[in-house]
DNA sequence: GGCAAGTTGAGCAGTATGCGCAGGGAGAGA
DNA sequence: TCTCTCCCTGCGCATACTGCTCAACTTGCC
């Protein structure tokens, strides 16, 4: 079912590296048939592993240089409404529903101390949220990644590719 | 020097709905030239507000079922150390330096309970993690996203677009 | 043996890309 | 007001890619 072969991983770490490669760069690259590469590419989309291209917009370079982090406690059986409020606020851009201490865990960004403060007001001040913490972002080591996980497979000796 | 014009804005929201729109048909539904549309781009990507058009794999169609977090609370000083043995684990797919109680949030994956047993403990074995604790994200209610950002840009009177 | 799936190499029409160039409009400064 | 600069526009060109189709070959399986 979900199993993605060698071939399929070098694609996606050759799409990782140089997203705007087109089909037929690609199967040069791979040392395959053009036709290969299209079957591979909409396989990995219908079975939901290649959801897209989503441009990676540096939110630092747009004003929001500051990220910050809210772990939200929130009144039992509140979480879609609660979620819901988050969703109507632009600088929320993230939020997983968690098991442990808090409920929801937030990420959001802001221009500047002040704007980064009344982000986080607007976030406290959703109802049946009952009790917070927020962490400020000061850097990140490790900026999301997935080549790590492509590169195991493409590794692996089974599968052609 | 950050400013990000309407024209810009649209151009983006564009892009994250279709994004593999190419260039002329980018110019087509924003009713300007197309010469326009490679000049922006490339201002956008020097700034580095559009840096690229990484493929978005979808995780759980690879296996990865499971997210988690974990908060860590490190020795003084052991930050650049504690990072860079996280890098070493694959399926450590973010991480960040915060201030507040915790010194590290880790985003990390895995493909069943016993695979995220593993690699919570190889998360906690590292070397000057004196302090751990470990949410599963259940379900994610919002995921990330940059669209309200540049919607608001966009909706923005001033500035051509 | 025979079927199903995947890969290959080829071809075709349509279309996009990168590039250059001349002209025009808006704003800054003398 | 004149002038300079920056940006957008519209055009054209040669090259290259895309989506699509086809027949043929390999592989694994019943």
């Known amino acids: 079912m979900g199993e993605i072969d060698r071939l399929d991983a070098r694609l996606l770490l050759l799409l990782t590296d140089e997203p705007r490669l087109g089909v037929l760069e690609c199967s040069r690259r791979l040392g395959v048939a053009r036709g290969t590469v299209q079957a591979r590419m909409e396989r990995l989309e219908q079975r939901g592993v290649l959801t897209g291209f989503p441009p990676e917009v540096g939110l630092a370079a747009m004003g929001y240089v500051l990220t910050a982090f809210a772990v ?6 509140k979480r879609a409404e609660v979620t819901e409020r988050l969703r109507a606020i632009d600088e929320v ?5 968690t098991t442990g201490e808090g409920d929801l865990l937030v990420r959001m960004v802001a221009t500047s101390n002040a704007d980064l403060q009344r982000v986080i007001d607007e976030v406290v001040d959703v109802r049946w949220v009952s009790r917070t913490s927020t962490s400020i972002a000061l850097s990140t080591p490790i900026p999301s990644r997935v080549r790590p996980l492509l590169e195991k497979v493409a590794a692996n000796d089974e599968g052609p590719g």
């Not at 939200?72 to 059986?77: R, T």
């Not at 851009?93 to 529903?97: L, T």
């Open 72 to 77: 939200l406690e929130i009144a039992q059986g």
């Open 93 to 97: 851009c993230e939020v997983h529903a």
